[in-house]
């Protein structure tokens, strides 16, 4: 009998025997034996225990990461095809296990890469071709209020000026502030605008607020010059017909909380319930950021189970004043369902965000699971949640919402699965009943804790990689904070709702509003305290894949060899923090660039032409400093360019006119321009021009030696030469 066969034996819990042949033999093969025996037994209980399962979402989302960073347009016939050839070979070879889970493995990730392309293709819609000021013609399909007053607004378009029709976007985006109040979902509206394509990263590996405006159907952003006008171009299309009556809830909903809660409390309050945060002042969402509580003010999960919740606990209370109802009917279920209608109409009051459905599809499956006499919170549904958010949304997985959301939810429900599995039975919560008040208070106490831990933990690799902070005291701020939000601030909106069509809604805003000022006080008080710490380099892409492999491994395996996940957990690490440095940065529109100087720090050339820019780019480096006039010390400026001396004493120039090549073509080692540069640019060690930055859009250069020891430049572009469906045309 083989030590496998003994060991599966012994085990009592695999169900079948695997056998190995080991080429060569002897003491190499024995050795082999024996860490590869223990490792096989292992992972067939973990199998038999149903964890395969929670790796299908894993695997369907890396096919969706691949698709992402394929070189070059896959073709959806071929990757459809694969698909199914991998299925059709994983059914015909069940009998034979290990070969049936390598291409069930293969399958999934197949199945990624397939349903993203035909997503991609599905969004496929017109864009706009350059930046242009015309009349733009449409029907109001979303509104929400702008960050520095006024409406953006999404405009179902109807016709745009100098624009053919073949080649006239879906929808465009504008910002309008002037006279915006009265503007309403469905309106008709006519206005002149200055629009452009939808932009691009402002550093290479940041943000795509492209692709995200691709999948979300949109060929233009801009913004309004005066008013917008009524136009007569009919009746909207039916899907804003269908969104009209909601919206027009939405509003009132909102004007009421702003008229009983006035100030930032009131657009925190309205944030809470419509998911519309750009009201809240700059210096309130700043204090937030910093404390670690900004993801009070984005609708998840968290606000999804805290309106469910209770209108369970309401229902389920209701319905038990009625002891037959209690006895015989299960109240419990009814309880359920109807916590699950209030949390769809939620999703509905709240603007049906992708965020806010993330979060109702994990809470209806746990309902669901709930109804049908299953575990509610566990491992599996959060695995069938996330899985069927890939199918509906399968971009999302590149977002930090996505993969901060799920990361908590899977980081709580797996940790407290241990902890359960390896508490002593005296400690359980059981036993809670014959504790006094003080214990209960002590044990939920840390509860509370534990929990916040356990989420700040999981979610704070995720902050540092896309937001490049990690708020020091985030655990503090949280502790103080969230037992305000779960017992006051969430179910006083609920009831504040429920309690508007009566006219009643004063009193549970007031009592709302007294929570908002201890969670801003909070926010305030802590940031306070962390100012000018928390920020960390921006890492690259293969720290933030260490991560996630290692804490997919840790949370989703149960027995000791899940301590594996460690090690790239421990590798992500000095990989983060020992990542090269950019020299110089370059914005897509060759206006704006920063440059690291002597001391270490950027100076920012252009700063006005594109403050945005500048600002991601301060934050990316880790510099505390604003954007404002103090980051452009060591820039020597004319009316035709600017120049700026690197940390080893290069020359960079950027020039603003084409009269500015005759001297930096000749005094700088480094020429950006958002013009094609001349022929005696030639002979300048390195030129970004024009046509460099519509190819690659963002530019990022990096220091290094080449093989002659002198100085050289590695470059890195935000896009690659091949363009990809989901990115912006080459401007014109």
């Not at 496929?124 to 006024?150: C, F, K, L, N, S």
């Not at 020597?636 to 004493?649: F, I, Q």
């Not at 530019?699 to 020891?709: E, I, N, T």
Request: glycine content about 10%; overall charge positive.
């Amino acid at each position: 009998m083989s030590d496998l066969q003994r060991e599966t034996r012994q085990s009592g819990r695999i169900g079948r025997t695997i056998r190995f042949a080991v080429p060569g033999g002897g003491r190499y093969a024995h050795g082999l034996d024996a860490l590869r025996l223990p490792l096989a037994a292992t992972f067939e209980r973990e199998m038999e225990a149903g964890r395969g399962f929670l790796w299908l979402p894993v695997l369907f989302g890396a096919g969706i990461v691949i698709y992402f960073a394929l070189p070059a347009e896959p073709s959806g016939l071929a990757m459809a095809a694969v698909s199914a050839l991998l299925a059709v070979a994983a059914w015909r070879s069940r009998q034979r296990i290990a070969v049936f889970r390598l291409l069930a493995a293969l399958t999934a990730v197949a199945a990624g890469c397939a349903v993203m392309k035909a997503r991609t293709d599905i969004a496929a819609a017109p864009v706009i071709p350059r930046e242009m000021t015309t009349t733009v013609t449409g029907w109001v399909a979303e509104r929400e209020a702008a960050a520095r007053g006024g409406a953006r607004v999404l405009l179902r378009v109807g016709g745009i000026d100098k624009v053919a029709k073949s080649k006239t976007p879906e929808n465009v985006r504008i910002t309008i502030r002037s006279k915006a109040d009265t503007i309403a979902v469905g309106d008709a509206l006519t206005v002149l605008a200055r629009i452009r394509p939808p932009s691009g990263p402002t550093i290479p590996g940041g943000y795509d607020f492209a692709r995200a405006d691709y999948y979300a159907g949109v060929g233009a952003v801009g913004f309004a010059y005066g008013a917008a006008k009524p136009a007569d171009i009919g009746e909207p299309p039916l899907g804003i017909q269908l969104a009209m009556p909601v919206a027009h809830v939405r509003q009132g909903i909102r004007d009421r909380i702003v008229a009983a809660l006035p100030g930032d409390n009131g657009q925190i309050a309205a944030a809470l319930v419509m998911g519309d945060r750009r009201g809240i002042s700059e210096k309130t969402q700043e204090a937030m950021r910093a404390s670690g509580l900004g993801h009070i003010l984005a609708i998840s999960g968290l606000h999804m189970a805290l309106v469910a919740g209770s209108a369970f606990w309401v229902i389920r209370a209701l319905l038990a004043l009625s002891p037959s109802l209690a006895i015989n009917r299960p109240i419990r279920k009814w309880a359920a369902g109807g916590a699950l209608l209030i949390a769809a109409v939620y999703l509905a009051i709240s603007g049906a965000g992708v965020s806010t459905q993330r979060a109702f599809v994990m809470l209806a499956v746990m309902l669901v699971a709930l109804m049908i006499d299953r575990r509610a919170i566990s491992l599996r549904n959060v695995a069938l949640a996330a899985l069927i958010v890939l199918l509906i949304e399968p971009q999302s997985i590149l977002t930090a919402s996505f993969q901060m959301s799920f990361a908590a939810t899977l980081a709580l429900v797996a940790g407290y699965e241990a902890i359960r599995a390896n508490a002593d039975r005296r400690l359980r919560l059981a036993g809670l009943a014959d504790r006094g008040i003080g214990a209960r208070l002590v044990v939920s106490a840390r509860g509370l804790f534990l929990t916040s831990l356990i989420a700040g933990l999981a979610t704070t690799p995720f902050a540092v990689y896309h937001f490049q902070r990690a708020a020091p005291l985030t655990l503090v701020a949280n502790l103080l904070a969230m037992p305000v939000v779960g017992l006051v601030v969430m179910p006083m909106a609920f009831f504040s709702v429920l309690l508007m069509p009566f006219g009643l809604e004063s009193l549970p805003l007031t009592v709302m509003g007294w929570g908002l000022d201890w969670i801003v006080l909070v926010a305030r008080t802590t940031a306070d305290w962390s100012q000018n710490w928390g920020g960390i380099p921006m890492a690259p892409a293969a720290a933030l894949l260490l991560v996630v492999a290692g804490f997919l491994w840790i949370s989703l395996w149960q027995e000791r060899w899940r301590l594996f996940g460690l090690l790239p957990l421990i590798a992500a690490i000095p990989i983060a923090f020992t990542a090269p440095r950019p020299a110089i940065l370059v914005d897509p529109n060759g206006t704006t660039a920063a440059v690291r100087g002597a001391d270490g720090r950027f100076a920012i050339i252009g700063l006005k032409a594109n403050r945005f820019a500048a600002g991601t780019w301060l934050r990316a480096d880790a510099d505390p400093r604003p954007a404002t006039d103090e980051v452009t010390e060591g820039v020597t400026c004319d009316p035709v360019g600017c120049v700026a001396t690197l940390s080893n004493g290069m020359i960079a120039a950027v020039s603003l006119k084409p009269a500015a090549f005759a001297d930096d073509c000749r005094l700088a080692q480094v020429v950006i321009s958002r013009f094609a540069t001349p022929a005696r640019c030639n002979d300048v060690a390195t030129v970004i021009d024009g046509d460099d930055l519509k190819r690659g859009g963002a530019h990022a250069l990096y220091l290094h030696s080449d093989q002659g020891g002198e100085p050289a430049f590695r470059i890195e572009t935000a896009y690659p030469a091949t363009r990809r469906a989901f990115m912006p045309p080459t401007p014109q």
